[in-house]
T-cell receptor, first 111, second 115 residues
Framework: SQTIHQWPATLVQPVGSPLSLECTVE??????LYWYRQAAGRGLQLLFY??????ISSEVPQNLSASRPQDRQFILSSKKLLLSDSGFYLC??????????FGPGTRLTVT | AQTVTQSQPEMSVQEAETVTLSCTYD???????LFWYKQPPSRQMILVIR??????QNATENRFSVNFQKAAKSFSLKISDSQLGDTAMYFC????????????FGQGTRLTINP
């Protein structure tokens, strides 16, 4: 069966520091992958999605970037974090019926 | 652009009662999927139920069922015999089958089941 992993689970970083969040999927090949951000008590905002290695589409222009160096690996990065980058970051992959399955998430606090 | 609207920010019911969460959406597409996701306090997003727009029959999954009204663009979730473990945020979501196929979420309904 397919599983999706995210790490770290929680992260506290100072303003201006770099960021790297990792997402990996097991049990499937060439999945569509997604990064979402969720502010406290709010819905999900799509940040990036990828249909294959090296293929990244950006939904929201900001100081975040994404990369897909391997088929089942999706990385969210920033060179310099802002306070507004705080939130809950979720990675997801798309199943055969167009549903999306989510990882456990990373809670990021920028101080 | 597609939009999803959940008009009930919060709901609260007693254990064992039935509760219905509302969702409306706007799209010009004819082929699409609709979903309900549950997000408990752990914040893990869990798929509850899925409905294909081309199917007239409403989807059911154990105690969860939907009332899909395509003409009205309405997609409500009914939870029967509610349990304490149903306490969570519930998100309605839409995905069109044309173009980039991006999942669009509503703002969520916070459901509390009281003992």
């Amino acid at each position: 069966s397919q599983t999706i992993h995210q790490w770290p689970a929680t992260l506290v970083q100072p303003v201006g520091s770099p960021l790297s969040l990792e997402c990996t999927v097991e049990g499937t090949s060439n999945p569509n992958l997604y990064w979402y951000r969720q502010a406290a008590g709010r819905g999900l905002q799509l940040l990036f999605y990828s249909v294959g290695i090296g293929q990244i589409s950006s939904e929201v222009p900001q100081n975040l970037s994404a990369s897909r160096p391997q088929d089942r690996q999706f990385i969210l990065s920033s060179k310099k974090l802002l306070l507004s980058d705080s939130g809950f970051y979720l990675c997801a992959w798309k199943g055969g019926g167009d549903e999306q399955y989510f990882g456990p998430g990373t809670r990021l606090t920028v101080t | 652009a597609q939009t999803v609207t959940q008009s009930q920010p919060e709901m609260s019911v007693q254990e064992a009662e039935t509760v219905t969460l509302s969702c409306t959406y706007d799209t010009s597409e004819n082929n699409y999927y609709l979903f309900w996701y549950k997000q408990p306090p752990s914040r893990q997003m869990i798929l509850v139920i899925r409905q294909e727009a081309y199917k007239q029959q409403n989807a059911t999954e154990n105690r969860f069922s939907v009332n899909f009204q395509k003409a009205a663009k309405s997609f409500s979730l009914k939870i029967s015999d509610s349990q304490l473990g149903d306490t969570a945020m519930y998100f309605c979501a839409f995905i069109g089958l044309q173009g980039a196929q991006k999942l669009v979420f509503g703002q969520g309904t916070r459901l509390t089941i009281n003992p």
